[in-house]
């Protein structure tokens, strides 16, 4: 098998000077612009906040009495500064605004009132996380009852309630996660990601055409599936790493600044997953993450290139690339009051960022059956990819048509299902194509004469 070999040579092509130049900007763009998007994680201003928070959170963990005697304490002055203030504002001549004396952190920005805020809602996360839940269960239930079992309505409600139950009574522990909600919300990486992709490797199968040597790659032993196998295998290597290099990169920087909280914590601990229908950790979650956002980009990449090797034009490759990325973004900006809002679910950006597909439960009406949206979609993208594959695998994008003007030259031409080796095809083109066969004809004759 030459596959290996043929992929191994593609690597070599690909590490021009052009391309190394740009995936080296791109990912220090990248790390650059998310470095300074978070900079106020890297003050010391920052690091005495998150601090002071840990201190108090473990005091509440270890000894709850002491921790509620500060919080009291804390809210009789706050309602005093309060009180105070409400007084100035509302009479007397003398306005004078009062000063709320911070004991933990006093910065311009925030003091011992955002502080015990930012605690509180962490303290309190659990129970409120179980409220929700009570609440979307006893809704779903409400829902059930009121519609007939053959309806997609009950179908949805009924996977509602079998998604969510079990979680229903999960204990989430009481700790603030830091980076996570971070990172796993973050554009820049996804952006910088296909700028890299598409424009290094949307002309995987164009570059022999540059070099002269299309002709010769369809008319030779390995030239033809062979070859484009092995292009399609770099795609996917390639894509793979690319994608594995910038979506992890980022984390780098968030460990350094504001730490990384134990990735083996409730997904439902982050933000954007409280409604998460999976008991999954965090970690488990990046890894499904990781390996879901290399397939998505991956098929991205295989559209352009397979749009590249069919239409054998890179404009065309990239201004489907952009009408797609611009679609992906006109239909995220859909407001939820719209008619159309629907959509959004549908939206290529969305897609990319992956994380649409587990902050909630979300079902699809399929022939009025309730199909999982994040089961759906996953397997319409491998579909689309394994659809590309065959169509670059099968694609006769060029050839040979006619090696002379005479029709009985033409069925050689390099769409036929075998393929000529080199020197076959050297002595074709020597003795045939430019009719010296017919010198040595003429010197056999004439010897013979």
Not at 196 to 218: P, R, S, W, Y
């Amino acid at each position: 098998m030459r596959s290996p070999a043929l992929v191994k040579y593609e690597f070599h092509k690909y590490f021009t000077r052009f391309h190394i130049i740009l995936l080296a900007a791109m990912f220090i763009l990248n790390i650059g612009l998310i470095v300074f998007q978070y900079r106020e994680y890297f003050t010391a201003e920052y690091r005495q906040i998150q601090s002071a928070k840990d201190k108090l959170i473990e005091l509440y963990q270890k000894e709850p009495d002491t921790y509620e005697q500060i919080l009291s304490e804390h809210k009789m002055r706050a309602d005093e500064y309060n009180a105070a203030f409400y007084n100035n504002m509302s009479g007397g001549s003398e306005k004078s605004m009062p000063v709320f004396e911070n004991q933990y952190v006093d910065f311009e920005n925030y003091g011992d009132i955002k502080l015990f805020a930012d605690v509180e809602k962490v303290i309190n996360a659990p129970e409120l996380y179980k409220q929700k839940m009570a609440s979307l269960i006893r809704d779903s239930v409400l829902r059930l009852k009121e519609s007939d079992e053959d309806e997609y309505i009950y179908q949805y409600y009924a996977q509602l309630c079998s998604y969510y139950m079990p979680l229903a009574e999960k204990e989430l522990p009481v700790s603030e996660i830091r980076g996570w909600n971070e990172f796993f919300s973050l554009q820049i990486s996804t952006i910088f990601s296909v700028i890299v992709l598409i424009g290094t490797l949307c002309d995987v199968f164009t570059n022999d055409a540059k070099a002269g040597m299309k002709n010769i790659l369809h008319v030779s032993k390995y030239g033809g599936r062979t070859s484009a196998g092995s292009k399609l295998a770099f795609i996917g290597i390639s894509s793979g790493i690319i994608t594995m290099v910038f979506t992890l990169s980022p984390l780098a920087v968030f460990l350094i600044s504001c730490g990384l909280s134990p990735a083996n914590q409730p997904i439902q601990m982050l933000n954007e997953f409280q409604y998460c229908h999976y008991d999954i950790t965090i970690g488990q979650y990046l890894l499904i993450y990781l390996l879901l956002k290399i397939i998505v980009f991956t098929s991205f990449t295989l559209l352009a290139a397979a749009a590249n090797q069919i239409f054998e034009n890179e404009k065309f490759a990239f201004v489907l690339s952009a009408a797609l990325a611009a679609s992906g973004i006109f239909v995220s900006r859909i407001v939820p009051a719209s008619p159309y809002y629907f959509l959004q679910k549908f939206s290529i950006a969305e897609l990319a960022q992956i994380n649409i597909l587990f902050t909630r439960y979300r079902g699809l009406n399929i022939f009025g059956k309730c199909v999982s949206y994040t089961y759906f979609m996953i397997l319409c993208v491998i579909f689309v990819s394994a659809l590309l594959i065959l169509l670059s695998l099968f694609h006769k994008s060029y050839g040979l048509r006619e090696f002379s003007g005479r029709k009985s030259l033409s069925v050689l031409s390099v769409s036929s299902k075998h393929s000529m080796s080199l020197l076959r095809t050297e002595f074709f083109k020597q003795l045939l194509c430019g009719k010296y066969i017919y010198v040595i004809l003429a010197a056999v004759i004439l010897k013979c004469v």
